[in-house]
T-cell receptor
Framework: DVKVTQSSRYLVKRTGEKVFLECVQDMDHENMFWYRQDPGLGLRLIYFSYDVKMKEKGDIPEGYSVSREKKERFSLILESASTNQTSMYLC???????????????FGPGTRLTVT | SQELEQSPQSLIVQEGKNLTINCTSSKTLYGLYWYKQKYGEGLIFLMM?????EEKSHEKITAKLDEKKQQSSLHITASQPSHAGIYLCGADMEYGNKLVFGAGTILRVKS
């Protein structure tokens, strides 16, 4: 079974704190993704990575950075947390399918972050 | 994403009734993925469609991709409380290795 784990299920941080969200996958997937999910807005892609040390901006990268030093681990960093970053954060991983397309994404359980 | 419209936004059905959720795009869908999410948890993969006219079923859930590959529907037969949750469609729109997701449909099943 593919397993994607996230470091915390719930997190409460103060405005201005630096926040690290960790994601680990055990299926040797090339691609890893960070999304945030907000009511009525669905999933919005923050950043993704298709290889170690490689990263690409998604649709809403402002206020976030990422790190991928090892293939199995993808970290999301909030340099200075703000209240508008209160959200559910979901990590996913995938391998390319046979046709070179994105392939099915496997999701972690999510981290509900509250910034006060 | 506005590129992928899901309807309805939410749905309440009586247990035992059938229901349909739609996912529509103005662009060609090169792959369409359906996911289910229980509140506060991650997404669980249901099924994936690639070919125009393709239909797949798993237990009481059937998904179809239309011939033009711009719309998919998810149909649940004889709904049960275990079907409750958020259903999301995700699409390969040839943006490399990203999927574009719809806003989701919240399904509640009344006993």
């Amino acid at each position: 079974d593919v397993k994607v784990t996230q470091s915390s299920r719930y997190l409460v941080k103060r405005t201005g704190e630096k926040v690290f969200l960790e994601c680990v996958q055990d299926m040797d997937h090339e691609n890893m993704f960070w999304y945030r999910q907000d009511p009525g807005l669905g999933l919005r892609l923050i950043y993704f990575s298709y290889d170690v040390k490689m990263k690409e901006k998604g649709d809403i990268p402002e206020g976030y950075s990422v790190s991928r030093e090892k293939k199995e681990r993808f970290s999301l960093i909030l340099e200075s947390a703000s209240t508008n970053q209160t959200s559910m954060y979901l990590c996913a991983s995938s391998s390319f399918d046979l046709a070179g397309g994105p392939g099915e994404q496997y999701f972690g359980p999510g981290t509900r972050l509250t910034v006060t | 994403s506005q590129e992928l419209e899901q309807s309805p936004q939410s749905l309440i059905v009586q247990e035992g009734k059938n229901l349909t959720i739609n996912c529509t795009s103005s662009k060609t869908l090169y792959g369409l993925y359906w996911y289910k999410q229980k509140y506060g948890e991650g997404l669980i993969f249901l099924m994936m469609l690639q070919k125009g006219g393709e239909e797949k079923s798993h237990e009481k859930i059937t998904a179809k991709l239309d011939e033009k590959k711009q719309q998919s529907s998810l149909h649940i037969t004889a709904s049960q409380p275990s079907h409750a949750g958020i259903y999301l469609c995700g699409a390969d729109m040839e943006y490399g290795n990203k999927l574009v997701f719809g806003a989701g449909t919240i399904l509640r099943v009344k006993s």
